[in-house]
């Protein structure tokens, strides 16, 4: 898998849109950029995935350049309940092809105040 | 409900007892996972079973021991654990061949060994 770096925290308030950046320089022609989400003392969930330019579902939009060295994950008008661990992985649509599992980094803790 | 269920959701035990951790998936997947998460640490894969046999066991303290009788039960069985053995457990089920976004997450078993 390709080496990810995002923000370990980040604040904002309730109805605000929030952005978290993934940066993933070595990513590869096959990769795709899956973000998944996790709230407290719960299992992580798939929110989105993307390869270029920009995806939107009924959670969040994934931003990526046309560079695919970073991209973002934009979380509009967040309220309480979005306060939660978000993580950026990056890799081929089928790791291995095996049951290899998923490695997960330290993820962005997005905490919303009222 | 996720599709992936654990059991107990809290568990306090002894350095000298003995446990078991339960996980059931109803989604007709055909791989289940073993992860812990201890505070402000990223997830550790443990296990990973495939088609009922044990694929992966990474580095594992033999005070851990899975078993997977069929592709829908997981048990994680724990003896003689340490305190620093507490943790969030979470069982996670994929079709194999799994892409990014087709891990399911349980909600995990809370493990306190005192």
């Known amino acids: 898998l390709a080496k990810t770096t995002q923000p370990i925290s980040m604040d904002s308030y309730e109805g605000q849109e929030v952005n978290i950046t993934c940066s993933h320089n070595?990513?590869?022609?096959?990769?795709?950029i899956t973000w998944y989400q996790q709230f407290p003392s719960q299992g992580p969930r798939f929110i989105i995935q993307?390869?270029?330019t920009k995806v939107t579902n009924e959670v969040a939009s994934l931003f990526i350049p046309a560079d695919r060295k970073s991209s973002t994950l934009s979380l509009p008008r967040v309220s309480l309940s979005d306060t939660a661990v978000y993580y950026c992985?990056?890799?081929?649509?089928?790791?291995?092809?095996?049951?290899?599992?998923?490695?997960f980094g330290k993820g962005t803790h997005l905490i919303i105040q009222p | 409900e996720t599709g992936v269920t654990q059991t107990p959701r809290h568990l306090v035990m002894g350095m000298t007892n003995k446990k078991s951790l339960k996980c059931e998936q109803h989604?007709?997947?055909?791989?289940m996972y073993w992860y812990k998460q201890s505070a402000k640490k990223p997830l550790e894969l443990m296990f990973v079973?495939?088609?009922?046999?044990?694929?992966e066991n990474n580095s594992v303290p033999s005070r851990f021991s899975p078993e997977c009788p069929n592709s829908s039960h997981l048990f994680l069985h724990l003896h003689t654990l340490q305190p620093e053995d507490s943790a969030l457990y979470l069982c996670?089920?994929?079709?194999?061949?799994?892409?990014?976004?087709?891990?399911?997450f349980g909600s995990g078993t809370r493990l306190t060994v005192v």
């Open positions: 993307g390869y270029k």
């Open positions: 079973y495939s088609l009922e046999e044990r694929v």
């Open positions: 070595n990513i590869a022609t096959n990769d795709y």
């Open positions: 992985l990056v890799g081929p649509m089928y790791s291995g092809g095996g049951a290899d599992g998923l490695t």
């Open positions: 989604l007709g997947h055909n791989a």
């Open positions: 996670a089920s994929s079709q194999v061949p799994t892409d990014f976004y087709g891990y399911t």
